[in-house]
């Protein structure tokens, strides 16, 4: 397939009215629900889950900082870059790589970056399900306990987080409980990506996007109402810099990345749905801005919680499914807000999962010819079985080691966050800077000179010196 059938197509595409190119199925309706929908996959586990334990990890207002400069400069141009090749190739990340490169007569490694999109996604649909699982586990927990359903525990201050820490252990120790809640998962994702842009994408973020916000809201004002405010906010913007070190300022250009779904092509093909006509740099700027808004109020949800009640910002990854619902079992209403925040991290990775779906299932949809609901059916199955590996990580295989001491579900979550990512992104950035012709790049982000000579600075040097900084410095640590 050439190029040519694509500025064809483009041609095709400038033709028709605004109308008619947003009602082709394969479009957004609007550009408003592409925004909709990319901040719909941006916002997810790494906003409401990552994010705190992260920030606490690494002493709190110095990695905030970081962690929105590293938006800036290198998570927003990145992102552009993403749309504006989906939007140039309007197909898959693969065949979108394919006719780019033949078009700018370049070298065919590129194309690299459509398959290590495809393979790192089914690597991070197969776990994210699983923790999705767990929230959404926790979520109807709580339910049933404010319905009675479910006897409350009664908790006993003196044992600390005690009751909160035999509940995680208990889910995490029963491989069947946590199948279940990745099947369900997996069902709703794969019914709806099975259903295409208009009536499953579309129809999912309509749906859950207004839900996620007014439940943020809520739990916004409950926790200013009864947590500690003050103390959540000066720890997220006071900065200790003595605090973060190397590491930490790596860690929040890795999140940064992550919150923001680049390096993988799912931007990318939401960005190949995209109508003609929207402006590219606007919409990120609003995406980016959104993701990052709910990064800084779940934050400030999250430890205004943990301050009220005594608890440790540096839990790690405990720090929602213990500390945070250890404070909902002694607050006041706990049990309804506590219900309410599990449903909103829920929701948060419903929306995000099915963007990490559909890099892949464009592709095999484009290169079989195959219906979507088939395909979709396949990528669940196959992410259902790795997710497996996940699971038992927790479990059966707690104490098997593939490489070092890390097991299985580790393994995956460092080769995906911390080298395939950054190394999709690095390889999007030096396209799209040094080897796409550049009336490309001016023709769909149609930015003034000053603004696309910044884009310029960013794809071609700040970015790539941040991801390349990135591996340095995992590469030493590993080695130290
Ligand atoms: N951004 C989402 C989150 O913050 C996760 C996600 C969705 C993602 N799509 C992605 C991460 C693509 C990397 C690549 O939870």
Same mark, same amino acid.
């Given at each position: 397939?050439?190029?040519?059938?694509?500025?064809?197509?483009?041609?095709?595409?400038?033709?028709?009215?605004?109308?008619?190119?947003?009602?082709?199925?394969?479009?957004?309706?609007?550009?408003?629900?592409?925004?909709?929908?990319?901040?719909?996959?941006?916002?997810?586990?790494?906003?409401?889950?990552?994010?705190?334990?992260?920030?606490?990890?690494?002493?709190?207002?110095?990695?905030?900082?970081?962690?929105?400069?590293?938006?800036?400069?290198?998570?927003?141009? *990145?992102?552009?870059?993403?749309?504006? %090749?989906?939007?140039?190739?309007?197909?898959?990340?693969i065949t979108t790589m394919r006719r780019l490169i033949e078009f700018s007569k370049a070298n065919r490694i590129w194309v690299l970056i459509g398959w290590v999109g495809v393979l790192t996604g089914f690597l991070i649909l197969s776990y994210y399900e699983v923790i999705a699982g767990w929230a959404l586990n926790y979520s109807v927990t709580y339910a049933g306990q404010l319905t009675g359903m479910i006897p409350v525990p009664e908790v006993d201050l003196s044992t600390g987080m005690g009751v909160a820490e035999t509940q995680w252990n208990a889910l995490l120790a029963n491989p069947w409980e946590l199948i279940l809640f990745q099947t369900i998962f997996i069902a709703i994702t794969v019914v709806a990506i099975g259903r295409g842009v208009k009536k499953g994408l579309e129809f999912i973020n309509l749906w859950f996007m207004p839900s996620l916000f007014l439940l943020l809201l809520a739990l916004l004002v409950y926790s200013i109402l009864?947590?500690?405010?003050?103390?959540?906010?000066?720890?997220?913007?006071?900065?200790d810099w003595s605090a973060l070190g190397a590491g930490g300022?790596?860690?929040?250009?890795?999140?940064?990345?992550?919150?923001?779904? %680049?390096?993988?092509?799912?931007?990318?093909?939401?960005?190949?749905?995209?109508?003609?006509?929207?402006? *590219?740099?606007?919409?990120?700027?609003?995406?980016?801005?959104?993701?990052? %808004?709910?990064?800084?109020?779940?934050?400030?949800?999250?430890?205004?919680?943990?301050?009220?009640?005594?608890?440790?910002?540096?839990?790690?990854?405990?720090?929602?499914?213990?500390?945070?619902?250890?404070? #909902?079992h002694i607050m006041p209403n706990g049990l309804l807000f506590g219900m309410l925040f599990f449903s909103l991290v829920t929701?948060?990775?419903?929306?995000?999962?099915?963007?990490?779906?559909?890099?892949?299932?464009?592709?095999?949809?484009?290169?079989?010819?195959?219906?979507?609901?088939r395909v979709a059916i396949t990528i669940g199955v196959v992410a259902w079985i790795l997710g497996?590996?996940?699971? #038992?990580?927790?479990?059966?295989w707690e104490n098997m080691h593939i490489v070092g001491d890390l097991t299985f579900f580790d393994l995956l979550d460092q080769v995906t966050n911390e080298v395939l990512l950054p190394l999709g992104g690095l390889f999007i950035a030096l396209f799209t800077g040094w080897v796409l012709p550049k009336e490309i790049a001016q023709r769909q982000l149609s930015m003034g000179n000053f603004s696309l000579q910044c884009w310029y600075l960013a794809t071609r040097y700040l970015a790539p010196a941040g991801v390349l900084l990135v591996f340095a410095h995992s590469i030493y640590e590993r080695l130290s």
């Open positions: 397939m050439g190029y040519t059938r694509v500025r064809r197509n483009k041609e095709q595409d400038n033709m028709e009215n605004q109308a008619t190119d947003a009602s082709r199925p394969d479009r957004w309706s609007n550009k408003w629900i592409f925004i909709l929908a990319a901040t719909g996959s941006a916002v997810g586990l790494g906003n409401i889950w990552r994010f705190p334990y992260i920030a606490g990890e690494n002493g709190g207002g110095a990695f905030v900082i970081t962690y929105l400069v590293s938006v800036l400069l290198i998570g927003i141009p *990145i992102m552009m870059s993403e749309v504006l %090749l989906g939007r140039e190739g309007r197909s898959s990340p009864e947590g500690d405010m003050q103390a959540a906010l000066t720890y997220m913007f006071k900065p300022a790596v860690a929040a250009m890795g999140q940064a990345f992550f919150t923001l779904s %680049l390096g993988m092509g799912a931007i990318m093909v939401y960005g190949s749905y995209l109508p003609s006509e929207a402006s *590219i740099p606007r919409a990120v700027l609003s995406i980016a801005t959104l993701d990052t %808004l709910v990064a800084v109020v779940a934050g400030l949800i999250v430890f205004s919680i943990v301050f009220a009640n005594g608890l440790e910002p540096a839990a790690g990854p405990g720090l929602l499914f213990i500390s945070l619902s250890h404070a #909902f929701v948060a990775a419903l929306t995000s999962l099915i963007s990490i779906s559909e890099p892949a299932l464009a592709w095999l949809v484009e290169e079989y010819n195959a219906r979507r609901e497996l590996g996940t699971i #038992f990580s927790f479990n059966e």
